[in-house]
T-cell receptor, first 114, second 111 residues
Framework: DAGVIQSPRHEVTEMGQEVTLRCKPI?????LFWYRQTMMRGLELLIY????????DSGMPEDRFSAKMPNASFSTLKIQPSEPRDSAVYFC????????????FGPGTRLTVT | KQEVTQIPAALSVPEGENLVLNCSFT??????LQWFRQDPGKGLTSLLL?????REQTSGRLNASLDKSSGRSTLYIAASQPGDSATYLC??????????FGGGTRLMVKP
């Protein structure tokens, strides 16, 4: 299994531009999670999906952030417009529905907004 | 509020030493607890997962224990090596599907 796949691995963009991060979960996993990691705040859960349906988006910082999961093998996290404070590493993770509920993380996308 | 705490935030030890990393959590009604390793600029690698009904898990030189009644878990690393240098994160799953992470312990093993 290839594990959770994220693209791009690095993204540098200017303030105001639209940014789209992509994730392919492990095949057969029912849950998909988007996290953000910064030095100041550590790892924060932004949103998670179950069977392609968003379940909890209470961690999404503001309306500039949106996430979709059009099918079981693909999800996107979009920031429009981007701001310098969005600079962080964004991780995608997935897991199966049943126990032991182990989460597997992707390599992350390092986003820099100038 | 359900919280996870890791102390110390940083630890430096000489090579060969046995060491213990600590994780504490506020609510004993957990589903599981996972220990992750994160190398600089990299993603999270799952090391060990302890289910609620288990007391410990072992993988090679790593041993993780769980004491729900006291709200504590420890990660024991035997005969530490410079390659063990990384940040170690503890994460707890309570009801609700969301993992709650501790702040991590940054470990440096000096040759």
């Amino acid at each position: 299994d290839a594990g959770v796949i994220q693209s791009p691995r690095h993204e540098v963009t200017e303030m105001g531009q639209e940014v789209t991060l992509r994730c392919k979960p492990i095949s057969g996993h029912d849950y998909l999670f988007w996290y953000r990691q910064t030095m100041m705040r550590g790892l924060e859960l932004l949103i998670y999906f179950n069977n392609n349906v968003p379940i909890d988006d209470s961690g999404m910082p503001e309306d500039r952030f949106s996430a979709k999961m059009p099918n079981a093998s693909f999800s996107t996290l979009k920031i429009q417009p981007s701001e310098p404070r969005d600079s962080a590493v964004y991780f995608c993770a997935s897991r199966k529905a049943g126990p032991p509920y182990e989460q597997y993380f992707g390599p992350g996308t390092r986003l820099t907004v100038t | 509020k359900q919280e996870v705490t890791q102390i110390p935030a940083a630890l430096s030890v000489p090579e060969g030493e046995n060491l213990v990393l600590n994780c504490s959590f506020t609510d004993s009604a957990i589903y599981n607890l996972q220990w992750f390793r994160q190398d600089p600029g990299k993603g999270l690698t799952s090391l060990l997962l302890i289910q609620s009904s288990q007391r410990e898990q072992t993988s090679g030189r790593l041993n993780a224990s769980l004491d729900k009644s006291s709200g504590r878990s420890t990660l024991y690393i035997a005969a530490s090596q410079p390659g063990d240098s990384a940040t170690y994160l503890c994460a707890v799953l309570w009801a609700g599907n969301m993992l709650t992470f501790g702040g991590g312990t940054r470990l440096m093993v000096k040759p």
